[in-house]
């Protein structure tokens, strides 16, 4: 089997997972790429890779087979794109782009151009999750579904954030709307809508409602959903909270899935 020579463009926080899952395959990782040369400096140095500020020098080496793009979300449709034209494999952080015309625009070109696009969507590759799809015919007719994340994400409902994250300046974006284009639907609560695919096929029907607080802040801390598929109604959830010690390992996150047949 080939080693498949790739590319990492964005090496901020989320790109150890990338560098990790390259890794674990065997992958040479040829080229890291950052704005920020001190943020891709240790990885270079872990790989012998070579570093360069502009992506579009890692498109144009040959010898790279995918792109592994950990950039913020809205830098992602134009090295999407740019990728797809110069043929490469890609795997990207989710999410894909800031709204679904760019999602679209960057799948339809994958698709016409033949590349292998796949959004870092993970949690169906859980040992736990695999299981529970393995044992989902043992339950007959499926009737009902509720899926949900709770994540810790600090006191965000009785106060209002003045600096960090969270805060929204006058006439800007907050970091995690620039950095993931929104909140926890986006953030944690996209996951989910891909495990109920994953489990349920696509929703054929839904209400749904998201929560943004009225003070000026640009992202959401809740949303639901009731979604009616192929097997059965689902009930979604994704909130923000301020609980510390929640869930299963009592860390802040709860995240469950309980699947009834």
């Known amino acids: 089997m080939k080693t498949l020579t790739t590319a990492v463009i964005g090496c901020g926080n989320i790109s150890k997972f990338h560098f990790s899952g390259m890794d674990k395959a065997g992958a040479c990782i040829k080229w890291v790429c950052d704005v920020n040369e001190a943020a891709a400096a240790p990885w270079m140095e872990r790989h012998s890779s070579r570093y360069t500020a502009d992506f579009h020098e890692v498109l144009a080496d040959p010898e790279v087979d995918v792109i592994n793009i950990a950039t913020p979300s809205f830098l992602h449709e134009e090295v999407c794109l740019a990728a797809i034209g110069a043929g490469k494999a890609i795997i990207c952080e989710k999410t894909l782009a800031e709204n679904a015309a760019d999602a679209h625009k960057i799948a339809k070109a994958s698709e016409e ?3 292998i696009l796949f959004t870092s969507y993970m949690k169906r590759f859980i040992p736990a999750v695999a299981k529970a799809k393995e044992l989902c015919p043992s339950l007959g007719r499926i009737l009902t579904t509720h899926i949900r994340t709770h994540q810790c994400w600090g006191d965000l409902w009785s106060k209002t954030p003045e600096s960090g994250f969270f805060h929204t300046p ?47 802040r640009d992202y ?12 059965g109604v689902v009930h979604y959830e994704a909130m923000a909270h301020p609980l510390k010690k929640v869930g299963y390992l009592r860390d802040g996150w709860d995240e469950r899935v309980e699947i009834s047949g």
Do not use: Q, W
């Not at 995690?176 to 054929?204: A, E, M, T």
């Open 113 to 115: 151009a033949g590349t």
């Open 170 to 216: 006058p006439g800007e974006a907050s970091k995690i709307r620039k950095n993931y284009g929104g909140g926890i639907l986006v953030c944690g609560g996209s996951h989910i809508l891909d495990l109920v695919g994953f489990f349920l096929g696509r929703p054929s029907r839904l209400y749904g409602r998201v929560h943004v607080p009225p003070d000026g």
């Open 220 to 231: 959401d801390l809740l949303a639901v959903a009731l979604m009616e598929t192929d097997h």
